[in-house]
Nanobody, 115 residues
Framework: QVQLVESGGGLVQPGGSLRLSCAAS????????MGWYRQAPGKRRELVAD???????NYADSVKGRFAISRDNAKNTVYLQMDSLKPDDTAGYYC?????????WGQGTQVTVSS
């Protein structure tokens, strides 16, 4: 089993920054992909960014140039640095890990961008 625990959400003003962290524990395979999805009220969950254990990354077009994903493989932890936040970034952010054709999800952390 795999457990994912997120931290770092909160309330921030437009233009501000937040950093999300997600620590994975349990049976972690050396080859995996970790990332972040988000879901706003009334909208479907969407990929924000992900990063393979080998270093390849993917970003949603809406966050390119503003968000940066990174990871520490030794700690099984993935980070999401979010800069120049906009009200449209308001959502629940969910950590995600996939390995050996299985998927795992964190419980989510709320990010609210508002003045």
């Amino acid at each position: 089993q795999v457990q994912l625990v997120e931290s770092g959400g909160g309330l921030v003003q437009p233009g501000g920054s937040l950093r999300l962290s997600c620590a994975a524990s349990g049976s972690i395979h050396s080859i995996n992909v970790m990332g972040w999805y988000r879901q706003a009220p009334g909208k479907r969950r969407e990929l924000v960014a992900d990063m393979a254990s080998g270093g390849n990354t993917n970003y949603a077009d809406s966050v390119k140039g503003r968000f940066a994903i990174s990871r520490d493989n030794a700690k099984n932890t993935v980070y999401l640095q979010m800069d120049s936040l906009k009200p449209d970034d308001t959502a629940g952010y969910y950590c995600w890990l996939t390995q050996i054709r299985l998927e795992y999800w964190g419980q989510g952390t709320q990010v609210t961008v508002s003045s």
